[in-house]
């Protein structure tokens, strides 16, 4: 068996995976290690091939560019196994399987595609989800949030909050990794725990304010909400506390609003004066 090092993201992975592949093992002997060290990074892509003194050919190099894009969210995926299952993709698309990411039922796609939209709808969940709560350090304000991803998002949806929170200085601390915003370019830190997070500020209020005056009873579906705003996410969310009383009052305010449609209905229809 052959013990693999390697940094622990998409760009560690195929450093090595390349590696690999120059020498012929077969990813049955591959015991993959995730490391610290910072690797640099190899192209994978179509069109992209081995250095010129790799001992590799060109044509063993190249990959369809879509499975370089699910393997690139899947690297974000917590699934221990992921990085194996990824080298074992990657042996059979440049050993005769060219067209492999194209047989959807194949148990190891089908792994991969499934590892790819559980991330994806992570990223989804941590652009949604994120609320920010200002902190006053040094005479400036910092808007700082605290959140904690399915998987490892951050970087992948930090551009997200960079171009919509653009003239805001701005913090997301997660477990993980931090990512950080000083109005000009993003930088990422070390994961921090909860405690570094700060408490609730006047923003909280607002938030609360405006959640309420949009919540509409007549379109409640509890269980699509929960489909969407999973438990799991809502011990972060200032909007919380008023989710259980809201949904307790919407079948009543759905009463009212039928009531209060019915007399109007009633009533007759005013009369306008001929010109």
Known sequence: MRTVVFAPT???????????????????SVVWQAGDDQQPLLG?????????????????MRVPRRF?????????????????????VLWRLT??????????????VHRLL???????????????????????HEGETRYVAWFEPEHDVVEHAAPFFAERFASMAWSILT???????DGESLSFSPGVPRSAAPGEDELEALWKTYYASTFNPGRLRPG???????LRYWKNLPEAPLIAPLLHDAPAR????????????????RRTRDT
């Open 224 to 230: 699509a909400m929960r489909a969407e705003m999973p």
């Open 175 to 181: 477990p993980g990794v931090c990512a950080h915003w």
């Open 95 to 108: 050993h005769g399987e060219r067209g492999l990411m194209e047989v959807a039922p194949d148990p190891d």
């Open 10 to 28: 998409f760009d560690g992975w195929r450093v090595a995976a390349r590696a690999l592949l120059v020498e012929g093992v077969e990813p049955r």
């Open 68 to 88: 370089v894009e699910a393997a690139q969210w899947a690297a974000c995926h917590r699934d221990a196994e992921r990085w194996g299952l990824l080298y074992r």
């Open 254 to 269: 759905v009463r009212r609003m039928i009531e209060q449609r019915s007399e109007e209905l009633k009533r007759p229809p």
């Open 114 to 136: 499934r590892m790819e939209k559980a991330v994806r709808r992570a990223e989804h969940k941590m652009k949604a989800f994120v609320r920010f709560r200002s902190v006053e």
């Open 44 to 60: 994978l892509a179509d069109g992209q091939s081995a250095d010129a003194t790799s001992p590799a050919t060109p044509d063993v």
